[in-house]
């Protein structure tokens, strides 16, 4: 998982309110409405909503300066079909957004994009899953059957540590190159489902509200919200004996070892130095 771009999680949800005003513009009769907003976040809601406005159109300008653009929701809606709109939060969410849930290291929107098209079947988990509570093993499932084709399209495994022993062991993949595993992912799709539910929930005048450290989330050590990356011990702490170094002269500062705070052995390249 990418925590490069990772926010904080007290952060205010005016994204979501603005379809709460295009619902009530739709309501007093107006049938052309127009958002403005420089967020993806807002794009992917109006396309979930488009369908229950009951508007003719509905545009979103998008951007600022020469960057400004002007977005047909009303058309690009019914380009993608109102299954794939109802889908598109749980997705948007999943392969990351500009909320504190995380992304998949190394891999874009295209890319998840691609990896949809290429998986269609997904699209019924993704539309239960954008406002659901409750995940059950056959949707885990799917989701892991997604991110390894994510990875590596033409890899048979339907579970994602499988998966990662084969890219590790097969592949020669480095570890950061790997998919998450099945205990990371499940907390990344908690997480999800908490955010995209606020997606789906965005025309109605009162957001649930719900404890996040029930959904993916922790307090840190200076109380604040921070997402959970894992349940089990990490590896450097676990599986000590599996780190090693290919450093083929001494060691220095780019040192696997080094940098989990370990001695070198005889598994490393250096020899143990």
């Known amino acids: 998982m990418d925590t490069s771009k990772i926010a904080p999680c007290n952060h205010e949800e005016a994204d979501t309110r603005l379809l709460l005003h295009a619902k009530d513009g739709s309501s007093k009769g107006f049938k052309k409405i127009s958002i403005v907003t420089v967020d993806t976040d807002v794009v992917v809601i109006a396309?979930?909503?488009?369908?229950?406005l009951g508007v003719k159109?509905?545009?979103?300008?998008f951007g600022v300066g020469?960057?400004?653009?002007?977005?047909?929701?009303?058309?690009?809606?019914?380009?993608?079909?109102?299954?794939?709109?109802?889908?598109?939060?749980?997705?948007?969410?999943?392969?990351?957004?500009?909320?504190?849930?995380?992304?998949?290291?190394?891999?874009?929107?295209?890319?998840?994009?691609?990896?949809w098209n290429s998986l269609k079947k997904a699209t019924k988990t993704f539309v239960r899953l954008s406002d659901s509570l409750v995940l059950e093993e056959e949707d885990f499932e799917m989701i892991q059957r997604f991110v390894v084709t994510l990875y590596d399209r033409t890899n048979p495994c339907t579970d994602v540590n499988e998966c990662r022993r084969m890219?590790?062991?097969?592949?020669?993949r480095p570890v950061e190159s790997l998919p998450p595993t099945q205990d990371?992912?499940?907390?990344?799709?908690?997480?999800?489902?908490?955010?995209?539910?606020k997606f789906c929930n965005a025309t109605e005048r009162t957001m649930p509200l719900r404890n996040v450290l029930d959904w993916g989330y922790k307090k840190n050590e200076r109380g604040m919200t921070v997402p959970r990356w894992m349940n089990q011990p990490e590896a450097s702490k676990?599986?000590?004996?599996l780190i090693k170094?290919?450093?083929?002269?001494?060691?220095?500062?780019?040192?696997?070892?080094?940098?989990a705070g370990l001695s070198c052995t005889e598994l490393c390249q250096c020899g143990g130095c």
């Open 167 to 172: 890219l590790f062991t097969k592949k020669q």
């Open 245 to 259: 170094c290919g450093c083929k002269k001494m060691c220095g500062a780019r040192c696997k070892c080094k940098k």
């Open 47 to 52: 396309l979930r909503h488009f369908f229950s």
């Open 238 to 241: 676990a599986c000590q004996e």
């Open 57 to 61: 159109e509905l545009w979103v300008e």
């Open 184 to 197: 990371a992912l499940r907390l990344h799709v908690h997480r999800t489902m908490n955010e995209s539910s």
């Open 66 to 115: 020469i960057h400004k653009r002007y977005i047909p929701i009303h058309t690009l809606a019914k380009s993608l079909s109102k299954k794939v709109c109802m889908a598109l939060p749980f997705w948007y969410v999943l392969t990351g957004c500009d909320t504190p849930v995380s992304m998949f290291a190394g891999r874009g929107k295209k890319t998840a994009w691609n990896t």
